[in-house]
């Protein structure tokens, strides 16, 4: 089974900061890696697919990358409204999905 | 409007039963793949379980596999999760999600889950 793993679990920026988040898999996926983001009390909403392109309606501060088994997230002008826990997520071709464990962002 | 509303949560005592529901609208139930995502008090997301769209295939997370069965009714748009000898550990809010195939042209990227339930929540407890 492929394993992901999240770096860092949490953090703390300032309005207006970049934020990077990193995803690795155990295994090459290709490119077959999402981002969600999660605000307290509410379900996920999906961010990022394909490990770089952006969902609809998702405001362009927000990207994706890497191929393989690295993958990185970036908020690069920090909200308040991006406080929430980020996950990356990997399908296989049995529609089995693997959740990594999350980032907590907070704002300073 | 799409539409995803789960049910029959509750508190559970170890080793007993308990199935959910999710009610589906706004879509063509009979076109997408189905998932069970769960989510324990302050943690991570766990996915739990998935069921194609024609129900022919079923596969489960190995912390489930062999006490937690899906399902689902295309006559009625209702996705189910049968819980059965529950444990402690079980306990989380329930998310009924639909699954969308990722593809742009001839490109594919997988899966992801494009709508959520609102969750419901199941205490296993004595």
């Known amino acids: 089974d492929i394993q992901m793993t999240q770096s860092p679990s949490s953090l703390s920026a300032s309005v207006g900061d970049r934020v990077t988040i990193t995803c690795q898999a155990s295994q090459d996926i290709n490119n077959y890696l999402n981002w969600y983001q999660q605000k307290p009390g509410r379900a996920p909403n999906l961010l990022i697919y394909g490990a770089s392109n952006l969902e609809t309606g998702v405001p362009s501060r927000f990207s994706g990358s890497g191929s393989g088994t690295d993958f990185t997230f970036v908020i690069s002008d920090l909200q308040p409204e991006d406080i929430a826990t980020y996950y990356c997520?990997?399908?296989?071709?049995?529609?089995?999905?693997?959740f990594g464990p999350g980032t907590k962002v907070d704002v300073k | 409007q799409v539409h995803l509303v789960e049910s029959g949560g509750g508190v559970v005592q170890p080793g007993r039963s308990l199935r959910l529901s999710c009610s589906a609208s706004g879509f063509t139930f009979n076109s997408c793949a189905m998932h069970w995502v769960r989510q324990a008090p302050g943690k991570g997301l766990d996915w739990v379980a998935v069921i194609w769209d024609d129900g022919t295939n079923k596969y489960y997370a190995d912390s489930v596999e062999g006490r937690f069965t899906v399902s689902r009714d295309t006559s009625e748009s209702t996705l189910y999760l049968q819980m059965s000898s529950l444990r402690a550990e079980d306990t989380a809010v329930y998310y009924c999600?639909?699954?969308?195939?990722?593809?742009?042209?001839?490109?594919?990227?997988?899966?992801?889950?494009?709508?959520w339930g609102q969750g419901t929540m199941v205490t296993v407890s004595s």
């Open positions: 997520q990997h399908s296989d071709n049995l529609l089995r999905f693997t």
């Open positions: 999600a639909r699954d969308r195939k990722l593809c742009s042209g001839d490109t594919c990227y997988g899966e992801a889950i494009d709508i």
